[in-house]
Structures are given as C-alpha cells and as structure tokens.
C-alpha cells in the first residue's frame, strides 16, 4: 500500500468512525443504546444480583465503586482494568472486566456512554466504543451497598436534636403558607426558594430521624433477644439503655404535639403551598414524568401528618413510646431473672465455659462420663420418680419411649426450683353450671315422657311406626331387660315407674317385632314387644304371639 492510498484508507475510516459514533456503526449495535428503556418494575431487583454470588462479588463490589466515585465517570474496559490496578486490585484481567461490565448493562446498573471518542484508527475505535458509565438506580443501588457494608453492628445514635430544628422549620412553613393563601401584599415577602429549602430539610431530617429510630430500636430488640450476655456486658447496655431511651421519649414528647398543630395549618393551605412550589423549574423525563423532591406532592404531605398524628392508625409518637415500654420492661425482666434465688440467670455463660475448661483438662474416659452427666445421655432408665400412684407398668427396666409421661411442674420446668407461687385461685360459684344441668335434665325428662306416652298410645309394637325417640327410649328399656332376663324363657316385663311405662316380652321363636321409624327399621327377632301404662300391671295386656311375614 503507498502512501497515498494509506492517506486514503484513514480519511475513509475517520469519515466511517465520524458517522458511527453520531448514528450508527455497522454490527456495533450501538443503536440499541442510543435512547436508554426505562428499567421495568419486576427487572429492578436484578440491580442487587452482582451482590448475591459469594464468588464474584468481590470483583463487582471494585467495578462499580470504580463508576461511582464521580460524577458522570466514563471508562472503557482497558480504563477500567487500569484503574483497577491503580487501586491495588489486579484479580481482573480486560477480558474480565469486559465480560463484567457487559453483565452489569444487561442487569441495568451500567449504561453505554453516548461520549464520542476522539480516535484516528478503526483499531483505536474498536478498542473505546464500548464505554460504560452507570445508571440512575444503579448507583443509587450501589450507595446502599456501601452504605450497608460501612455501618457498624452496635447502637445506632437517634437523630433527636433534628425534632427542635424541624418544629422551627414547620413553623415557617405554616406562616408562610398563610400569607400566600391570604395573597395581596402580606405574600410579597416569601420567598419560594426558601421556602422550597425549607420543606426539602423538613422531610430530609423526617427521613433521618425516622430510619435512625428504627435502626437503634432493632438493636435494642436484637440485644435483648440474647441470652448470653455476661453481667459486665448487661449492665452496660441497661446503663445505656435507660439513660438514651428516657432522653429519646422526652424529646419525642416535648416535641411532637407542636410539631401535629404546625402540619394542621399546613393542611388547611396546603394547595396554596403546592403551587406555589410547582412554580420552580424542575427537571421532566422524556415521558414527561419527574422524579421530583419530596414535599412536592399531596401524599408525601398527607404521610408526614399521619406519622405525627396517627388519624388511620397508632402514630409515630405513640410507636416509638410503645417500643421505648417495651424495652425498659424486657430489661427489667432479665434483671430480674439475673436476681432470682433460683441462681439460674439469664446467661449461662460461665456455666458453659466451666464444662469447657472441665471438658479440656479431662482424659477420654472421664469427658465420656462429663458428657453423659451433662446432658443426661445415660441409658434409659426409670428411678420410680413419676406418678403418686404406681399402677405397675413402669419398671426400672422400662424404656422411656414407652413409659407414661410426666407431667413437670412449671415452676421446676422453667425456673429450676420448686417453690410454689401465686394465690390459690377462687373457688368457682357452681350455681350457673347448677342452673344449666338442671335445665338440661328437665328438658331429658321432658323427651323422655314424651316418648313413653308415644310407646304406650301404640300398645302392640309390633309394625308400628313411632318417632326415633321412642324407639331409642324402647331399645333402653328393652336392654335393662334382657339384662336381667337373659334367658328369657318365658313372659317378662320391665317397669320404669318414673315414666309409667311398662315393657312386655313374650319369647316366640318363629315370631318377630318390627318397629318403623324415619330414620329406619328395628327387628328383634324371636320376641314380641308390647307397651303399656304401669298402672294397668294388675290386668292382663293381650299379647300377640302370631307371626306376620
């Protein structure tokens, strides 16, 4: 190639690279990230998956704290790889970090840059079209990442002196609101960006105090839930714990009420002050819809009053005083058990540490035995200690698998020890449960009499058809007297003097008595049944002895 036709080939690529970084370059698919897609809903969850893999996080957590210590930082691969270097981390090679940063696009954290790159040659280009830079939510992502793995696992401090300040800022807010919605010449002295200022710093310091509460009131519930907590360390954190909640709570109560009036003066003007804050310049989407600051909007206004007034439910106020109870009553409790006779204590600390020390100076044969005596690991084996009544099935030699079990009591289950407490209960008044099964009996005797007189009208049972009642009263009666008549050799009878009924039996063996009712039949084979009155026992009931099939 001469000179001249080299000259040439570089103004036509300069040409070509010129028209692909403007537009398009052929096969780059740099077209495809021209205009940056909104990130849907249900895909904003993959901004967290560089986190999630134990083995390549390391790497992701260095790319994209690389892409976000600046605004609007624009590396290509080799760039990136380099200040990787620079950094002191070299695990990644180019290739690497390519491969990376092309993950990270397609889960929405990195974005092509749209930066046009100065270049003289096609190689030059190909090696810095693909130019990163990172996302909206990306780095907003990445923000809370670094903030999570910067915080420090003990008591977060409560942002309490932000309540004065923010009580002052209400205030302003308030007045300034009234002098707007009165207009003419009591609004020419406000300010909109001062007073924009002012309702950004009200929610910015909400947000501030609200997460800080929320953050040490974890800690709090974390601590508490412990039960290893040695004596020293307890009494720290009861120290703490007592002195910073009761300084928490009395701020929280000399501030909230003053801070609920100045957001009802809000509420009252608060179109006005909406409007007011739309007038400032703001920046608007494509599709025409901001991410605006907060305060700006109807509902944020609407959730801060809720937070501090509590109209749909328990406010924040009443939340924080609950949690704060809460607390000072589970620290009361552990010191209490840690002062109980019973010795037991919260933690078990120096009992565990002693079974260590016991356990490391012991040869084989006598820590087999320790641990045998410590967690009861002996054969299964009854000592007679279980119920006061021995009924005989549970020896010495009886597996406790299939013993009877036995009941602990609570006191000696829970607290070691069996010292009896609380009062002897009242002795329940019985004249309720009186009242009621005397009610119940009147009713049974009711049902019964009316089933005998039912069984009596029908004398000859033998196809008749009577209600279920009757027939359960008779299949009684009947029982009682074949319990006493169990051969039934000849004619018996059974009285209920109580009811007035009197049952007949006559054995015949080719005969039966069938008796209907709605809910089925009744046969009783070889006996015919009749039913009378008790008082006619002196006279002679006929009995019907024939066999109708």
């Known amino acids: 190639m001469t000179d001249g036709s080299a000259g040439h080939a570089l103004d036509e690529a300069g040409k070509v690279v010129g028209a692909g970084l403007g537009n398009s370059f052929p096969g780059d698919g740099s077209d495809d990230h021209a205009v940056s897609e909104p990130l849907p809903e249900a895909d904003r969850l993959d901004l967290y998956r560089y986190v999630t893999n ?40 180019v290739t690497d970090v390519e491969a990376r940063c092309k993950q990270l696009e397609q889960w929405g954290n990195l974005i092509r840059s749209v930066r046009d790159a100065r270049v003289s040659t096609i190689s030059e280009y190909l090696r810095s079209k693909a130019r990163y830079q990172v996302s909206k939510f990306g780095g907003r992502v990445h923000r809370q990442i ?20 923010t009580a002052e800022t209400l205030k302003r807010i308030a007045e300034a609101a009234e002098r707007l919605a009165a207009g003419g010449e009591e609004s020419a002295g406000v300010s909109v960006d001062a007073l924009a200022a002012d309702v950004t710093t009200v929610f910015n310091n909400q947000r501030l105090f609200a997460d800080s509460a929320t953050d040490f009131y974890a800690f709090v519930q974390g601590r508490m839930a412990r039960y290893d907590l040695s004596t020293q360390e307890f009494s720290v954190f009861k120290t703490m714990l007592l002195d910073y909640v009761e300084l928490i709570s009395a701020d929280v109560n000399r501030h909230a009420p003053l ?49 501090y007034l509590g109209r749909r439910g328990r406010s924040g106020p009443d939340q924080l005083r609950a949690a704060a109870d809460q607390a000072l009553g589970q620290v009361l409790t552990n010191a209490k058990r840690m002062l109980s006779a019973a010795g037991a204590g919260v933690s078990r600390r120096a009992d565990f540490l002693r079974l260590a020390t016991w356990f490391d100076n012991a040869d084989t044969p006598t820590a087999h035995r320790i641990y045998d005596a410590a967690f009861g690991a002996y054969p299964s084996r009854h000592l007679l200690f279980g119920p006061q009544e021995d009924d005989g099935r549970a020896g010495p030699t009886t597996s406790w698998w299939e013993g009877e079990p036995v009941d602990v009591p609570l006191s000696l289950r829970e607290r070691g020890d069996r010292t009896a407490r609380g009062r002897s209960s009242k002795v329940p008044d019985p004249g309720l449960d009186r009242e009621r099964l005397l009610a119940e009996a009147e009713e049974e005797e009711r049902r019964n009499r009316a089933a005998a007189a039912e069984l009596i009208a029908v004398g000859d049972l033998n196809g008749a058809r009577v209600s279920p009642a009757a027939r359960n009263l008779l299949l009684d009666q009947l029982a009682q007297l074949l319990a006493r008549e169990q051969d039934l050799a000849e004619i018996a009878e059974y009285t209920d003097t109580d009811l007035g009924l009197r049952i007949v039996a006559a ?6 008595t069938v008796v209907h009712s709605d809910d089925g039949d009744t046969t009783v084979h070889g006996v015919t049944l009749t039913a009378g009155p008790v008082e006619t026992s002196g006279t002679v009931i006929p009995l019907r002895t024939e066999y109708t099939a």
């Open 54 to 93: 134990p083995e390549t996080r390391t790497g992701y957590i260095a790319l994209m704290r690389l892409f976000t210590t600046s605004l609007l930082t624009d590396l290509s691969a080799s760039e990136a790889r380099a200040a990787l270097e620079k950094s002191g981390y070299q695990d990644l090679s």
């Open 146 to 165: 670094d903030e999570l793995l910067a915080a420090q696992d003990g008591a977060r401090e409560v942002a309490r002196e932000l309540l004065g300040g």
């Open 507 to 512: 054995p015949d063996e080719v005969a039966a």
């Open 259 to 307: 801070m609920g009036t100045y957001l009802v003066r809000i509420t009252m003007n608060q179109p006005t002050l909406l409007a007011a804050l739309a007038s400032l310049p703001s920046p608007v989407a494509a599709d025409g819809v901001g991410e605006r600051s907060p305060g700006r909007e109807a509902d944020n206004w609407e959730a801060l009053s809720e937070w």
